[in-house]
């Protein structure tokens, strides 16, 4: 044991003693997630394997009431001992390595994107895409009314003209309608 090892372990003792330890935010990787949401963790980083111990059964901190997240494999997570007490430990549900399996999150008013303008599925341009696509068939509509309304008063030509104007105009509320945007309400 060279005399650095001594220091290291003289010095960690004592932190250990004191409960220093448990003041700071410590680097560990997920090995698993058990049924009840909790976390099964590896040591790493400053936490080198051999000199701390993995975790069991680490409860996550998450975002708010009633919101869950399932971290991804070997997602690496910071994990926080409440007022130093080790025994009271938390995984902060903040996550790098990899992507979350799921997030379920629980709110009066969930704002995605933050200050975006565009959004997931490009509502600005596919807004724009679908506006086009209803122009051409109310205008391919009118021109079928109008062609048609030189046949009357033939009974199927009647029947049709009122089918596309009853068409045209679902095509026309529908367009008045902003289904898209940043910000989602859930109930």
Not at 79 to 106: C, H, P, T
Request: aromatic share 8%; with cysteine; net charge positive.
């Amino acid at each position: 044991m060279s005399l650095l090892d001594t220091i290291d372990s003289i010095v960690g003792a004592i932190m250990e003693r004191r409960g220093y330890h448990y003041l700071a935010l410590r680097e560990y990787r997920v090995s698993s997630q058990n049924a009840d949401g909790t976390l099964e963790l590896e040591a790493m980083g400053a936490n080198k394997p051999g000199k701390a111990p993995g975790l069991s059964n680490v409860r996550i901190m998450q975002i708010g009431p009633g919101s869950s997240i399932k971290p991804g494999p070997k997602s690496t997570v910071l994990v926080g001992f409440k007022n130093g007490d080790q025994d009271n430990r938390f995984a902060l549900g903040l996550w790098s390595g990899s992507q979350a399996n799921q997030m379920i999150i629980e709110c009066l008013d969930l704002q995605l994107g933050g200050q975006a303008t565009d959004f997931a599925v490009k509502g600005t341009t596919y807004r724009t895409a679908q506006n086009a696509y209803f122009t051409t068939i109310q205008t391919a509509i009118g021109t079928a009314v109008t062609a048609l309304t030189a046949t009357l008063p033939n009974p199927a030509a009647a029947a049709m003209i009122a089918f596309l104007n009853a068409w045209n105009g679902a095509i026309s509320a529908f367009r008045q309608v902003n289904y898209l945007a940043t910000n989602v309400k859930v109930k």
